[in-house]
């Protein structure tokens, strides 16, 4: 069962609509309705792509990073959504805290808000 708060991983596609390379996405929340979708975000290791105030580097020395599956220190991007249906996940490799999920999900809906 997938969950808000999972990293899986899947072929992010890139902002021209190409297949992408397989990669960690944040699952930030399930999007209602009768479909299996869900409201996901990339990470990756980028970390000079960061957004200051938006995005968020969780590391190695973090409480939730063991439990998030990932390798190396990584970059959390807000900014970088797809709604995806489950069957496109590859499989789940951790989750962060409920902490975090709530700090990034309340970052986006701040600045949807401010709109």
């Excluded at 996405?25 to 980028?46: F, K, N, R, S, W």
């Excluded at 959504?81 to 805290?97: D, P, Q, R, T």
């Excluded at 409920?98 to 999900?105: A, G, M, Y």
């Amino acid at each position: 069962m997938v969950e808000a708060g999972d990293v899986v991983l899947f072929k992010f596609p890139t902002v021209n609509q190409q297949e992408g390379k397989l990669r960690p996405a944040l699952v930030l929340a399930p999007i209602p309705g009768d479909y299996d979708d869900y409201l996901v975000c990339m990470i990756t290791t980028q970390l000079r792509q960061k957004i200051n105030e938006f995005d968020e580097i969780i590391s190695p020395s973090d409480s939730d990073f063991d439990s998030s599956g990932l390798k190396a220190e990584s970059l959390i991007r807000i900014f970088r959504l797809a709604v995806v249906e489950k069957e496109v996940f590859e499989g789940i490799v951790g989750n962060i805290s409920r902490s975090r999920l709530k700090r990034l999900q309340q970052k986006l809906s701040n600045w949807l808000s401010a709109l």
